[in-house]
């Protein structure tokens, strides 16, 4: 089996997190970088040869300061891939790698070579392991960036999916019912009529999406978006000029969060402790720093509502992959999520005295 690999080098060109629209977007550190590229099960590779570009998809490890693809032998029409005489050609190489999520939250992380140093050769990546050893440089000029975007993410709600993300001074009218209606600029629409979507002001279900002209937004639309005029929502638009903008109908549910209805379960029987010790059994297989999920879990019972990076740092990790094993946590009604930190939830508190008295 051949072994072709492309070196990060002396840095990722970008490395960023972003939703549907990248005015959302932001800079994460080299080593959140690096966990998120790695998670991946398939990257795309993107060479150049005589003048052409050429993308196909791969699988890959990452070793040091190197991507790592491997070429079988199996039979082809030719066994000199133009994706290799590409890179024997044209040192500069790109390589893709992203993810979706049903709630339209995407991770998409890249890395390519401005200076050009991919290249064909004989490499050995550690088995199992697909983001082993080696430091990843830091972005030039990520953290300015990811300063630019800090205050705006602030204010925004942190748990809705992109497409119907809220400044705060709205969510009051989105609990209350009298913010229905919200206009955005997308490529595309990036929600789903009928499905729920979560907001700073409750979840909220889109009842309707059509392309509109900005230029012939109506009094009354202007009441239900929580906006002072029909030229303040244009304003704050944002994407590309040349996309179309989106009027988007909703309403807010009367109806529990499911995910709050679970956190707050402190009736677990043995088969739920059971269940919990299986969910957490598999999200400490999958990992690539180890078996994490419990001494997390007393890591936030030991110290409720201190910062992620405080926390983060305790443990000797990252602060944007520790806040995505959290989230894991969160999902399985564990943990909640306060300003600043976290705490256990009942249901988490109950699964710990469980395990305590099972010991």
């Known amino acids: 089996m051949g072994i072709t690999s492309v070196r990060h080098g002396e840095t990722f060109a970008w490395c960023w997190v972003y939703g549907a ?6 800079a994460v550190t080299p080593d959140a970088c690096r966990s998120l590229f790695a998670s991946q099960p398939v990257a795309r590779l993107a060479t150049i040869g005589g003048g052409k570009p050429h993308i196909v998809p791969i699988v890959f490890a990452v070793d040091g300061d190197r991507i790592v693809t491997a070429v079988d032998h199996k039979p082809k029409a030719s066994t000199r891939l133009r994706r290799l005489a590409n890179v024997e050609e044209n040192q500069a190489v790109a390589v893709l790698a992203d993810e979706y999520r049903p709630d339209w939250e995407a991770a998409v ?13 004989r490499a050995q990546p550690r088995r199992g392991d697909r983001s082993s050893g080696g430091e990843v440089p830091a972005v030039p000029g990520a953290s300015a960036e990811g300063a630019r975007h800090r205050d705006r993410r602030r204010t925004l709600d942190r748990v809705g999916g992109v497409g119907m993300r ?16 919200a206009f955005r600029r997308w490529r595309r629409p990036t929600v789903v009529v009928g499905r729920v979507y979560r907001t700073g002001g409750g979840r909220v279900e889109v009842r309707s999406v059509e392309e509109i002209d900005p230029g012939r937004i109506s009094p009354a639309d202007v009441s239900r978006t929580g906006h002072e005029s029909a030229p303040h929502i244009r304003s704050q638009l944002r994407g590309e000029e040349n996309w179309p903008v989106f009027r988007i109908e909703f309403r807010v549910l009367d109806e529990p969060d499911p995910r709050a209805v679970l956190a707050n379960n402190t009736r677990l029987s043995e088969e739920d402790v059971a269940e919990i010790d299986r969910r957490l059994a598999r999200l400490d297989r999958a990992s690539r720093h180890g078996p994490w999920t419990t001494e997390t ?3 936030i019972r030991d110290h409720p509502e201190v910062r992620a990076p405080d926390l983060a740092a ?21 943990t909640l999520s306060l300003n600043p930190g976290y705490r256990l939830s009942p249901r988490g508190e109950a699964y710990l005295r469980a395990r305590e008295l099972s010991l």
């Open 21 to 26: 629209n990248s005015v959302y977007g932001r």
């Open 109 to 121: 992380v890249g890395a390519h070579r401005r200076d050009g140093a991919g290249h064909s050769g």
């Open 166 to 181: 809220f400044t705060k001074q709205h969510w009051a009218g989105i609990a209350d019912g009298s913010i229905t209606v």
């Open 297 to 299: 879990l007393g890591l």
């Open 314 to 334: 305790m443990v000797g990790r990252e602060t944007q992959p520790f806040k995505l094993d959290v989230r894991k946590l969160k999902n399985l009604g564990l």
